[in-house]
């Protein structure tokens, strides 16, 4: 089973090659296919290593993340101030580049183990569920451990735009480590047959059509805003810039029209060599988006 290379962060995971057809949903099938992911998972790499990580491990990279941010903007100040950037400033910049990438898969490692980790000790609570749009979504500009084709980085799921006639929305990997060198793969949910190892989240699992009712109606749309405003201004530890490997931060988009899908994203506030703001960003766009911010920050989604 290939389904390391799909592990996200966040007890969840997308499987390829389950052992049981997808759209066998019986109860004891999904039970069957837990506790097989976890025997896989105990007998994987990242599932040993597991046990050598502590709860928040990925603190300690977040850390000497910070610091390589803060030297970089300091070094971009420096040479804002003297009109040009030293040789020796040159040479620390290429030294700041070459320690990311190895923090960047120090990290990567540690977030698979706390994935591995959290998956086992949510075994109970666990469901499996076929890979759909909404399922695609929610894992949007989340740290998986997918392997760039090209240069070997890790990759990520993005969000491309909606199609009016197919009533769907696009969805491609895009490499973290060249996000605008490397080619990005399309990601179509309902080809892949892929599932996906879960908590059991009424967001996900109710059917599509009555979710979409409830996340619509105008005083769950206003419960749902009051609700995410609470969190503006947060750091998200599951959204990371991939080029400074910090988390990023929930904020208003600028010139926003207040409407619960088109006003928030997540930015980054650092800069880059030349002192500019960091462009990378994650607009949330989606009910299922939406929903999984707060459940990482509150434990519980849209539908509560
Ligand atoms: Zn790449
Ligand atoms: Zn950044």
Known sequence: MGFLESLFSG??????????????????????TVRAVLEEIDRSEFGRAATRYIDGASRQYFNRAEDLAAEQREIAERARRDGKRSSRDD???????????????????????????????????????????DETSAAVGILSSRVCPTCGG???????GYNGTTRRRSFYWLCSAHPGACPTIN???????????????????????????????????????IRLRQHLGEKDDEVICPHHLLPMKLLEQPGNNGLLLTTYQYVCLHVDDDGRACQH?????????????????EGAGIIH
């Open 11 to 32: 007890a969840r995971a997308f499987l390829r090659e389950v052992v049981v057809p997808v759209l066998q949903v019986a109860k004891q099938v999904a039970i069957d």
């Open 91 to 133: 040479d620390r910049l290429r030294e700041i580049d070459l320690e990311r990438r190895r923090l960047r898969e120090e990290l990567e490692a540690a977030k698979a183990a706390e994935a591995s980790a959290e998956l086992k000790d949510a075994a109970t609570q666990l469901v499996s569920a076929p890979v759909s749009d």
């Open 154 to 160: 890790s990759m990520r799921i993005r969000q491309g």
């Open 187 to 225: 990601f179509d949910p309902a080809k892949e047959n892929l599932m996906a190892l879960r908590k059991s989240d009424p967001n996900l699992d109710l059917p599509t059509k009555e979710r979409r009712e409830i996340w619509e109606r105008k005083d769950v749309v206003r419960e749902t805003q």
């Open 281 to 297: 960003r994650i607009p949330l766009e989606t009910f299922p988006q939406v929903s999984e911010t707060l459940r990482r920050s």
